[in-house]
C-alpha cells in the first residue's frame, strides 16, 4: 500500500513539473494543462505497472540482471501505449489531441523514466524477498531433512530392549516386533526423500510405531482411531503426522501410569483436518520440542495461510493440523 501511494504521489510530481514547464508552449490554461499533464502522468505509469505485474512472473526464471535488462527497456516501450490511451482519454474530455510534440516527447520521457525507476526498484526488492526466502527455504529444507531422516535414539534403544526380553518368553512377537522396527526404519529412508506421500502410508509408518510402543508400554498405551477411509489418498508432507503422535505417547502416556492417544482424521470445508490428542496436563512443548517446530514451519512454508498448526488444551491436550485437500491424480496433484 504504501508503494502504491508512494507511486501516485510521484506521478502527481511529474505531472505537475509538466505543468510549469509546457503551460506557457500550449494554448490552453494552466488547470487544463495540469488535467493533461495527469491524464498522460496516470496512463503512462499505470500501463507500466501493470506491464510490470505481466512480465514479472514471465522472466522469473531467468537470473537478476537478466530480469532487469529485460524489464527495464519494455517498461520504457510501455510509455509509447500510454501515450496513445491518454491521448484518446484527452479527445473523450476535450475534444481535441494534445499533439504538441515537444510536450508528449517531453511528458513521455519524464514519466517513463520515472515509472521504468520505480518498477525496477520494485522488481529489485521482489528479487531480494525472494533471494531471502529461497535461503529461508534452503535452512527449513535442511531441518527437514535432518527431521525425516532422523530417528529417536532413545525410541530404538527401548524397542531393541523390549524385543530382547521377547526372545525367550515369546519368539513370535520379537520377530513381529524386529519386522516393525524395520518397517520404521524402510519408512524413514524411502519417504524421507520425497516432498509429498498419500495419508495412508503415513498412517501405516504411525501404526507400526504405535505397534513398537504398546510393546514398550504394554497396557499403559491406549491409542483410538478416527479415520475417514476415503482420505486416505490425500497428498500430505512426509513426516507430518508420526512425530506429533509421538509427542502425545511421550507427554501423555511414557510420563504416566496410563494414558490415551486418539489420532483423528476428517474432512471439512474442503480441508484436511488431522488431530492428535492426549490425556494428561498441559505442557509447553513448541519451543522444547523441535519437532513440533519443525512441523509448524513447513506447514507456514508450503501453506501459507491456507495452513494451521495449533495446540489446545481443554482437560486433555491436543494438536490440531489442517491443510488444503489434496489428491494424486496421474502423477499430478488435483485439488478439490
Not at 199 to 226: A, C, D, P, S, T
Not at 311 to 325: L, M, R
Request: with cysteine.
Amino acid at each position: 500500500m504504501k508503494e502504491f501511494i508512494l507511486y501516485i504521489v510521484v506521478l502527481l510530481i511529474v505531472a505537475l513539473m509538466f505543468t510549469f514547464i509546457y503551460e506557457p508552449a500550449v494554448s490552453t490554461n494552466f488547470q487544463q494543462t495540469f488535467v493533461i499533464c495527469i491524464i498522460f502522468s496516470f496512463s503512462i505509469g499505470f500501463t507500466n505497472r501493470k506491464l510490470s505485474s505481466l512480465i514479472s512472473p514471465m522472466i522469473k526464471k531467468y537470473k537478476p540482471f537478466l530480469r532487469i535488462l529485460v524489464h527495464a527497456p519494455l517498461l520504457f516501450a510501455g510509455s509509447f501505449v500510454g501515450i496513445f490511451i491518454a491521448n484518446y482519454i484527452c479527445y473523450l474530455l476535450f475534444r481535441f489531441y494534445p499533439m504538441n510534440p515537444q510536450f508528449l516527447i517531453g511528458l513521455t520521457i519524464g514519466t517513463g523514466i520515472f515509472s521504468t525507476f520505480l518498477a525496477s526498484t520494485f522488481l529489485l526488492r521482489t528479487i531480494s524477498s525472494e533471494l531471502q526466502e529461497e535461503t529461508k527455504m534452503a535452512r527449513l529444507e535442511a531441518s527437514i531433512k535432518v527431521l525425516q531422516a532422523q530417528i529417536n535414539p532413545h525410541f530404538f534403544f527401548n524397542s531393541l530392549a523390549s524385543v530382547q526380553s521377547l526372545i525367550h518368553k515369546d519368539p513370535r512377537k520379537a520377530e513381529e516386533a524386529l519386522a516393525a522396527i524395520s518397517e520404521v526404519f524402510r519408512y524413514s529412508i524411502r519417504r524421507g526423500q520425497k516432498d509429498f506421500i498419500e495419508l495412508y502410508e503415513e498412517i501405516e509408518f504411525i501404526k507400526q510405531f504405535l505397534y513398537i510402543e504398546e510393546m514398550r508400554l504394554g497396557n499403559r498405551l491406549k491409542v483410538i482411531w478416527e479415520a475417514d477411509e476415503e482420505l486416505m489418498h490425500c497428498r500430505i508432507p512426509p513426516f507430518l503426522i508420526q512425530p506429533v503422535v509421538e509427542n502425545a505417547v511421550k507427554y501423555g502416556v511414557e510420563k504416566r501410569k496410563k494414558g490415551t492417544v486418539k489420532i483423528s482424521v476428517k474432512e471439512e470445508n474442503n480441508k484436511l483436518n488431522i488431530s492428535v490428542s492426549n490425556t494428561g496436563k498441559a505442557e509447553v512443548r513448541l519451543v522444547a520440542d523441535h519437532s513440533l517446530e519443525n512441523i509448524k514451519k513447513r506447514i507456514e512454508v508450503i501453506y501459507g495461510k491456507k495452513g494451521l498448526f495449533e495446540i489446545k488444551t481443554n482437560g486433555e491436550v491436543k494438536i490440531e493440523i489442517s491443510i488444503p485437500k489434496q489428491y494424486h491424480k496421474n502423477k499430478e496433484v488435483q485439488e478439490l
